[in-house]
């Protein structure tokens, strides 16, 4: 079945919400863990389980995104038949209909892509998500269950979540499916927005949505059909982490530096590729003290770092403190900079003696390229 | 039909680097893992790719498996091209028989063939034993300029070091006017690194005459270069003057290591105009745990330390456990040392596992006769039991138990 499934990859979370770290690239390549981009768990996911066709929908400013998937060869998809392909918004000269505002308007501009392939079940995933699901098992339940649509979700209970959460009968039909309200206490069902379609069903749903002008895929194509196609749920047990705003990834980064939850990411038998960039190893210096710390390669590190994530290339001089950090590639912070609770972007500098902070609920973003 | 290319680039790795011992049991020199992620060969690879050659043979012969599968298709290097790129060339069978690689001259005499495919004007021998970088490009300008039949890197080396190596005795202009094996009184101290440019024509006809003579060794100090010199060609001697240095030996490779950590030794791994590739799984950052304590050392991705680490050189995925000591070692990719163990002054190869408190090399002060310390060594895969000593200057073999 496997091989007869391609995944649409999205590239944007189409969201209203906004995310200092990505208003110069695309959610998917927001970097993440030291050495990685958000998309890089969807695609080891996906190449993991023999996902062989994988087109990533682009929007707007995707040049990262083409700098880092490439030709897709350190995912092993530079492939003759299939492969990964990065799909560019399809616009005409006048036309307001294709510009990508929604995920249906995305899809719309890939359906030609969709009509052409061969495969038969298509996989909708958002690669905002940093999790390791075996996308295998989840076709061969859409197909078990004779599903029309599959919905991945999982049981959690956020305090703060306000996106779709579904009822399911005994048989593992979606019954009802709304929007969660706020605050919540009680476990939910919440989806994940990875979704299994029969591929002539979707291309049946695009044309109405293109006939009727539908901009909105949770409404229009899942909940408005749940009396009129069976659509099941599938349990993601797992980890899991949703990264929309700068407070889930650096929620999501201090998750990282406890031992649990990082084998399960890196070491459960799903190896995260990433784009290999040869940088040497990290250097440690004669006054270096580091503790629960995630360090990338290319480092050169003599100052005091702890409960921090530090990406490759990034300097930390003689005496500088940084604790509760994620530093991105190839910063540096200069000898009496005391950091806490900060994100830098990549590129940044922190020059002598400056002191900053945030707090664990909204930590401190210094952007791109900047100096401090 | 191939293009004609203006320098090809020929490696010999086939050597078994018998002075590395347990090191190279189960793998040629050239694929001995070296700086935390690289192996010996992604030095010269990485050099011909910054020096713009990109068609590359690479000669091997001892346990080529390892190698073979390390180069691959030459991705990493950038080496997988559509004309020209990488090529491993093991000894192969003809009509007339089948024939290992008798000396480093024969290995290219038998791929004559593969050489005058790319009809290269000139051709660059290197070794795959030696950690360096070098700008080939600047020799052949060089090479060209003094249109000279070959020549031949040589480094300035202190008398004393001199009878290591093989000497050049030149002229004031730089024209080798003898060539001496390791003397005993060396008149020079220009030592050859092993590395040779060579005008394709005249290296050909000579490795065919060398070829003639059953006397020969087929090799090229031995032979090649004195059979030039005699037959009057211009040999011309290129000084080198960065870091360079044979690892052939477990205490150069050792301190090859140490020079890493050391910003005057001149051997930089990230300096950005000149990287080094090598092939590398992805593996996540390494992570630095509560007890951990590390200075003045290497660590690569995929460790996960909570033990003190000082002066070391570590690889990816090492595991180093919490009360563990490690103290100018260098531990290759995926060992674990355990709970309490000790490893001082000693290198461990890849897979192996120092059980707890158990107890690997010395500190050299504490041996007041230098003749009975040196470097431990354990190979690939070996166990370490608890509370064993492994002593300085010993050596345990691949795979072995105890």
Known sequence: MISKTLCLLFSESYSAVTNELASDRTLATVPFAGRYRLIDFALSSLVKSRVNNVGILTKEHYGSLVDHVGSGKDWDLDRKNGGLKILTPFATPGSETTRNRSKIDALLSCQMYLEESNEEYVILADSNIVMNIDFADLVRYHNDKGADITIVYQQRSDAVYNGLVIDQDRDGRVVDAYYAAGQMSDRQNQVLKVFVFNKDLLLNLLGRAYTFGWTDFERDFITKNINKLRICGYEHKGYCAVINTVGDLYKASMEMLTPAIRKEVFESGTTILTRVKNSPPTLYGFESKVKNSLIADGCVIDGTVENCVIFRGVKIEKGAVLKDCVIMQNSTIHSGAKLECVITDKDVTVQPEHVMGGYPTYPFVISKGQTV | ?402
């Open chain 2, 1 to 402: 039909m191939t293009q004609k290319k203006d320098m090809i680039a020929m490696l010999l790795a086939g050597g078994q680097g018998s002075r590395l011992y347990v090191l190279t049991k189960e793998v040629a020199k050239p694929a001995v893992s070296f700086g935390g992620k690289y192996k010996i060969i992604d030095f010269p690879l990485s050099n011909c790719v910054n020096s713009g050659i990109d068609t590359v043979g690479v000669l091997t012969q001892y346990r080529p498996l390892e190698l073979n599968a390390y180069i691959g298709n030459g991705q990493p290097w950038d080496l997988d091209r559509m004309n020209g790129g990488v090529f491993v060339l093991p000894p192969y069978q003809t009509d007339k028989g089948s024939e290992w690689y008798k000396g480093t001259a024969n290995a290219i005499y038998q791929n004559i063939n593969f050489i005058d495919r790319y009809d290269p004007e000139n051709v660059l021998i290197l070794s795959g034993d030696h950690i360096y970088k070098m700008d080939y490009s600047k020799m052949l300008a060089y090479h060209k300029e003094n249109e000279a039949a070959a020549t031949i890197a040589v480094l300035n080396v202190s008398m004393e070091e001199a009878s290591r190596f093989g000497i050049m005795n030149c002229n004031p202009d730089h024209t080798i006017y003898e060539f001496e094996e390791k003397p005993k009184h060396p008149k020079s101290t220009l030592a050859s690194m092993g590395i040779y440019i060579f005008n394709w024509k005249k290296l050909r006809a000579a490795l065919i005459a060398d070829e003639a003579d059953p006397k020969s060794s087929n090799d090229f100090g031995k032979n090649i270069i004195p059979m030039m010199l005699a037959g009057g060609e211009k040999l011309i001697a290129y000084e080198f003057d960065g870091y360079w240095k044979d690892v052939g030996t477990i205490s150069s490779l050792w301190d090859a290591n140490m020079d890493l950590l050391n910003p005057e030794s001149g051997l930089q791994l990230d300096s950005g105009d000149w990287k080094i590739y090598a092939r590398s799984e992805a593996h996540p950052p390494h992570y630095i745990d509560e007890h951990a304590e590390i200075a003045e050392s290497i660590v690569t991705e995929g460790c996960e330390i909570d033990g003190k680490i000082w002066y070391s050189v570590l690889f990816s995925n090492v595991t180093v456990e919490e009360g563990a000591e490690l103290n100018s070692a260098v531990v290759m990719s995926n060992t674990v040392i355990k709970k309490g163990a000790t490893v001082k002054y000693a290198i461990i190869a890849e897979d192996a596992i120092i059980e707890e408190g158990a107890i690997v090399g010395d500190d050299p002060c504490n041996y007041p006769d230098a003749s009975e310390w040196g470097i431990a060594v354990v190979g690939r895969g070996a166990i370490i039991k608890k509370g064993q000593v492994v002593r300085p200057k010993e050596m345990i073999e691949p795979d072995a138990n105890r």
